[in-house]
């Protein structure tokens, strides 16, 4: 990865930050203090906030009006433009040398001079462990990406995981328009929208089979903290994105004692 590839002000910002291995320059993190200090007894240390943005043009796709049907072209433009700013964002992760990357958001939000145009964001801490022992970086030796909290990055250490890197699935889905005559029929009635609920579990389902292949491209184990999203990002009525998005991990040696070591204890809460 080159710095040719970043934005000039991003290069320089992340000059005075930290390195691995380097306590010079001031690190920057969107963690809380408890994932600060959670990532810190994992034995990893906090370089730099890092993102990665994408402005993208959706194209145009019209759905059939009584016809349950995936969006291909809206599909592929919201896949496409996330992982254009998850890999931005990796990219300044590696001018820091970092091994991953934990609390990653990803957010989307329609730029107001142009109905058909998105900012896509990535944004995440990078962290490097503190020994520069090696064997935590992701698939294909770039740094891994988490939206695991820190809390939840030193629990999945503590078990024996480690974390590969955020898998996603997206789906746009047109769901089909109910006739007059139907939707009449169903005044006053309890009645199941049987063309209704097919259109959303399809869409469900294509986002989450997307997620699964990605995870298994990384050769994971499994994927953790799995999360379902939905938005019509003001697209027209019944146009709606299905967004699955989690951590893959891979189990490290000696993963069952590990587990068979934790002790869970009761923690109760005394605020309000």
Known sequence: MSEDTLAPHAVERLKGLRSQGSHEGIFTSDLSVNEFVMVRKAEFEPLGLVVGSCIYHMGIQYGNWNQNMEMDVLSQAMYQARELAISRMEQEAILLQADGIVGVRLEVKRMEWDPDILEFMAIGTAIAHRSGAPGFKGVGGKPFTSDLSGQDFWMLLQAGY???????????????????????????????????????????????????????????????????????????????????????????????????????????????
């Not at 889905?173 to 209704?196: C, D, K, P, W």
């Not at 967004?243 to 189990?251: E, L, S």
Request: proline share 4%; hydrophobic share 40%; glycine share 8%.
């Open 162 to 272: 480690r974390p590969m890197e955020m898998v996603m699935g997206s789906c746009v889905y047109h769901v089909a328009h109910q006739g007059v005559l139907r939707s009449m029929g169903n005044i006053g009635r309890n009645t199941e929208l049987e063309q209704f609920t097919q259109a959303m579990y399809d869409a469900r389902e294509l986002a989450m089979e997307r997620m699964q292949h990605e995870a298994q491209e990384a050769e994971a184990d499994g994927i953790t903290g799995v999360q379902l999203h939905e938005g019509s990002h003001n697209w027209k009525p019944h146009i709606i994105e299905f967004f699955a998005v989690g951590t893959a991990v891979k189990a490290m040696d000696g993963a069952d004692a590990k587990v068979d070591e934790l002790r869970p204890q009761l923690v109760l809460p005394v605020n309000d």
